[in-house]
């Protein structure tokens, strides 16, 4: 079955960049498309971006000077990151896989169990 | 940008009841490109609807979606002790999909 597991730092100092994985086993990146999606302490979810396997990517404009995603086929992986983190940037972060709407809009159909990212010094 | 409200904020209900969750969306969503998740402590997210009404792979048909426009209803037929958790409507009718704000299902 599909499965998603991201890798990481849990602990990024304010200013640097964010950098995390999400490892897809089960299926290949080909041919889908690939999100991540974050939860802010105590708070609903926020969409990040998400990338197809081509490389074609799509941001959230509240990210979209910060982010940036890509796609590994040969290493079934996908990446994010997010420069110039504050401490509002510690969230839960997420990596799944998205189902695109005709070029628009996505929801998310597998999801990782999220990694922790606290942004401190 | 769309924004969603979910009400109630916490439902308190039994085990066998039926609950009724509700999302309003600030403006009419298109081809019905609304979708719920279920999430649970320390979980993530599990899609339960797509497309307002459609159910995902391997979910019980406990749970239905309905609605159209701006107004869109979860219901769950008759709770059992794992459905208690967190529900979320979510758009994706525009290229950033946006999340309603949650509500908490709880046991009474």
């Known amino acids: 079955q599909v499965q998603l597991q991201e890798s990481g730092p849990g602990l990024v100092k304010p200013s640097e960049t964010l950098s995390l994985t999400c490892t897809v086993s089960?299926?290949?990146?080909?041919?889908?498309?690939w999100s991540w999606i974050r939860q802010r302490p105590g708070r609903g979810l926020e969409f990040i971006g998400y990338?197809?396997?081509?490389?074609?990517?799509?941001?959230n404009s509240s990210f979209r000077s910060r982010v940036t995603i890509s796609v590994s086929t040969s290493s079934n992986q996908f990446s994010l990151r997010l420069n110039s983190v504050t401490a509002a940037d510690t969230a839960m972060y997420f990596c799944?896989?998205?189902?695109?709407?005709f070029g628009l809009g996505s929801y998310f159909n597998y999801w990782s169990q999220g990694i922790l990212v606290t942004v401190s010094s | 940008d769309i924004v969603l409200t979910q009400s109630p904020g916490t439902l308190s209900l039994s085990p066998g009841e039926r609950a009724t969750l509700s999302c309003r969306a600030s403006?009419?969503?298109?081809?019905?490109?609304l979708a719920w998740y279920q999430q649970k402590p320390g979980q993530a997210p599990r899609l339960l609807i797509y497309?307002?009404?459609s159910r995902a792979t391997d979910i019980s048909d406990r749970f239905s979606g309905s609605g159209s426009g701006t107004g869109f209803t979860l219901t769950i037929s008759r709770l059992q002790p794992e459905d208690f958790a967190v529900y979320y409507c979510?758009?994706?009718?525009?290229?950033?999909?946006?999340f309603g704000p949650g509500t908490r299902v709880d046991i009474k």
């Open positions: 799944a896989r998205a189902e695109v709407a």
């Open positions: 089960g299926v290949s990146v080909s041919g889908y498309y």
């Open positions: 990338i197809y396997y081509s490389g074609k990517t799509n941001y």
């Open positions: 403006e009419t969503v298109r081809h019905s490109y």
């Open positions: 497309g307002a009404s």
């Open positions: 979510q758009y994706y009718g525009s290229i950033s999909p946006t």
